[in-house]
């Protein structure tokens, strides 16, 4: 076995520092994601279903939340109620799952791509979310069932399976939930933690990889008992924390809150425009980016959080549903907003910044440009836009002393790079860059300099905008270290059980082995390949658990019927 894992971590290393074929794979995945989690039918299905459901249920969202904050209270649990867990400790969980990354990188990748109106579509995103979270949570909690070690197993493959007879649609689900777990709650977390250690504290990502990787084994041999009693405790923390560092940088910047907010609605029509290092946005764009990113948030549809829901103790599946419309409220229209708010108030999201440059990021094109012209900048706003091809680079780039002496110009994170210094072996290099097709070919290169920064990087420079001024960095590092960890746990769990589902339980042991060796691995790859390869395993989730939704649309406004007869018969209502 450890002969196994020895060759996995040996080739993967090998494969990593040959740029090309992870740039030309990174290429191949943007092309899928266009077809799925980036396309414009994906979004429009996610959020179709959630108007749908919102109408008709008759704005749940709006009419239970009270009742929800009730339910989770514990008002009107059982002695009786059979499950694994509290309504707390499944809402912790759920929210450990989907509290994370997204919350702090995904928010400033929104931004980043889409402009400030992404942010506005990550809201709406949520608002319906809540309702599309109530129904699959629902369905998942009627039709559990019991696992061969006595736990609760539940989820929308078994809802799938024991309603819609569709043990096909079942298997297809729990396949795209193995592979969610390592797009959504494994390689995006530990990636951003491993970035975010490396510019705070300078840890090397592989450290941090494996020291992390040993603790999350730890914890998740223990199963869904160790793991409710850690995110019940890591939630509230990571949140109080987050919540102090981000209302420090909106409160010290409070004067541009206010043309924060116009830019959020100001660009809904007319997409964003040009400003400082942000080479602009469509409508269209930040359209699907805010949506995209908002799932990837607060996964309402992507099926994830009824595994965890499925475990609480209820009696009526519906109160169990009640608890999960607080979920997108909790995760993207509160703490979301106070990124993007904190992002957008503090003046980072479109400014350049010394970075090392990722090459999956990065295009070198034949001509010369200077984005303080506004021909310029108008033209590669069109290159940004796709309106015009880029035109790339293909031959050898002269660099004398770190310094490009060729007449061109490098593109790294959707901005025109400035102040570009290339170094190898950690001396400033002279010799020849052989490019192809805008993709740097040459090995061992390091290259440097000023461009816009996206992801958890942004959110941590934002922070330090704030009173607690560079001390707000570690609040971001600490905070995300607790969000991405605590998701990382939960969706252990997630894909655990669709491996239990699909061989058995037995099978779950080297399932967990291979979670944590990923974990390991993705601390150290290349960001942009990591956050491409999420897009495409949530969409892959998220349709077969809309399929399956709507077609017990009946089932689930009859449950939800019964479940306000039975309410008021027990004389529930009187409490």
């Known amino acids: 076995m450890f002969n196994i894992i020895y060759m996995v ?3 993967w290393t090998q494969i990593n520092y040959k740029k090309i074929f992870m740039q030309k794979l990174n290429d191949v995945m943007l092309i899928l994601d266009g077809y799925l989690g980036g396309s414009e039918w994906f979004v429009f299905v996610l959020l179709g279903t959630g108007l749908f459901f919102t109408i008709y249920l008759k704005f749940p969202q709006i009419r239970y939340f009270k009742h929800a904050l009730k339910v989770v209270a514990g008002k009107f649990d059982k002695s ?14 759920a929210l450990s799952g989907t509290v994370g990354t997204g919350n702090i990188a995904g928010v400033a990748l929104a931004i980043h791509l889409g402009g400030p109106a992404a942010l506005f579509w990550m809201i709406v995103t949520a ?22 070690d006595g736990s609760i197993a539940g989820g929308p493959m078994y809802y799938m399976k024991n309603k819609l007879n569709m043990k096909w649609l079942a298997a297809l689900f729990a396949v795209a939930t193995v592979f969610s777990s390592f797009g959504t709650g494994n390689m995006p977390q530990i990636n951003s933690i491993s970035n975010s ?22 914890v998740i041999i223990g199963g869904i008992s160790r793991i409710v009693q850690i995110t019940d405790k890591l939630v509230p923390a990571m949140a109080t924390i987050y919540l102090i560092g981000s209302l420090s940088v909106i409160f010290y910047n409070y004067e541009n809150v206010i043309p924060s907010l116009e830019a959020i609605f100001g660009d809904l029509f007319t997409g964003s425009a040009a400003s400082g290092g942000f080479l602009g946005a469509t409508i269209a764009f930040a359209f699907n980016r805010g949506v995209n990113r908002g799932l990837f948030s607060n996964e309402a549809g992507q099926g994830s959080a009824p595994i965890a829901h499925a475990a609480a103790k209820a009696h009526e599946p519906v109160s169990e549903g009640m608890v999960a419309i607080l979920e997108p409220f909790i995760d993207t229209i509160l703490i979301c907003s106070l990124t993007g708010v904190t992002l957008l108030s503090s003046g980072v999201w479109n400014e350049k910044h010394e970075n090392k440059f990722q090459f999956s990021d990065m295009k070198v094109l034949s001509e010369k440009y200077d984005d303080t012209i506004q021909e310029d900048k108008q033209e590669l706003g069109e290159f940004i836009k796709g309106d015009k091809e880029w035109p790339m680079f293909t031959g050898d780039v002269k660099v004398v002393d770190g310094k490009l002496v060729s007449a061109l110009s490098i593109v790294h ?22 490019v192809q097709n805008g993709e740097v070919l040459t090995s061992g290169l390091v290259i440097r300099g000023e461009s816009l920064l996206h992801s958890a990087p942004l959110t941590a420079l934002a922070f330090k905008r704030g009173y607690f001024g ?31 589902y699909l061989f058995g339980l037995q099978y779950v042991k080297y399932y967990r082995l291979f979670y944590v060796i990923m974990f390991f691995v993705a601390s150290f790859t290349d960001t942009t390949i990591v956050w491409t390869f999420s897009g495409i395993a949530i969409a892959f989730m998220t349709l077969p658990n809309l399929f399956g939704i709507l077609m017990l649309r009946k089932d689930m406004k009859d449950t939800v019927d019964k479940y306000w007869v039975d309410f008021k018969k027990e004389g529930w209502d009187k409490k």
């Open 9 to 11: 971590l040996y080739i």
């Open 80 to 93: 009786t109620d059979e499950g694994d867990a509290s309504h707390f400790q499944a809402l912790a969980t």
């Open 127 to 148: 608002f319906f979310g809540m309702t599309t979270k109530f129904v699959e949570v629902t369905l998942s909690h009627k039709y559990r069932e019991k696992a061969s």
């Open 197 to 218: 250690m490396f510019s705070t504290f300078g840890i090397d990502h592989m450290i941090t990889g494996a020291v992390l990787a040993v603790l999350l084994g730890i």
């Open 413 to 434: 994170a959707r901005s025109l790079a400035e102040n570009i210094e290339i170094k190898k072996d950690g001396k400033l290099y002279t010799g020849d860059v052989n």
């Open 470 to 500: 560079d001390y707000g960095e570690y609040i971001v590092t600490i905070g995300l270290l607790l969000f991405a960890f605590s998701t990382a746990i939960a969706w252990s769990y997630y894909g655990g059980r669709a491996i239990n």
